[in-house]
């Protein structure tokens, strides 16, 4: 089998700002290609604000054509109100990512730290120090939106890798006539 060369979309979901990050990889190797962060005014109506999510992304899939993307899905915490508006805004990033027939990843915030960091209670200083590593960039990715959509990219090629490992055991286990169990287990 080749080695994986593709481009992957990381999105870090907010209303008021939704950070993305472009990311080359081929085989082990991965290269930071665009990041950026969507941003709407808190005094816009909520229908706006999400067209323009929807449609800025569309905008970053055609420019960029990704195969795939990682996303980061909602942390309730203490805010759920915030936690609502994050739900929102990330149904509009999907949206286009959809239209785009991009292969989706959905990932908590402590998977892709743990992916990213190798710890999944990091900080978000420590997320972007690693960012700024992994990618091997000069400064550290600004705004924080945009080092945290990097970081889930970073985290799809990482998790894709798994993925790819399980289907493959789950074929070799067809062809000699045992079960398919992604969870490595058989009777």
Request: neutral net charge; proline residues 3%.
């Amino acid at each position: 089998m080749g080695s994986v060369a593709r481009t992957v979309l990381g999105i870090d979901p907010g209303l008021a700002n939704t950070g993305w990050g472009i990311v080359r990889q081929e085989g082990a190797r991965l290269e930071c290609v665009a990041y950026g962060c969507i941003s709407s005014r808190s005094d816009d109506p909520l229908a706006q604000r999400l067209l323009k999510v929807t449609s800025q992304m569309r905008a970053v899939i055609a420019r960029f054509q990704p195969e795939c993307v990682g996303i980061e899905t909602v942390w309730f915490g203490q805010n759920v109100t915030a936690a609502f508006a994050t739900g929102q805004a990330r149904g509009a990033a999907l949206v286009a990512c959809a239209e785009g027939g991009l292969q989706v990843g959905e990932f908590s915030p402590s998977q892709i730290k743990l992916s990213v960091v190798g710890t999944g209670s990091a900080s978000k200083d420590q997320v972007a120090y690693m960012v700024r590593h992994v990618l091997g960039l000069r400064e550290v990715p600004r705004p924080d939106h945009a080092a945290d959509a990097l970081a889930a990219a970073i985290c799809y090629t990482a998790h894709d890798g798994v993925s790819r490992a399980e289907e493959r055991f789950g074929q070799a286990a067809q062809a000699r006539g045992g079960c398919a169990s992604t969870e490595r287990t058989c009777a």
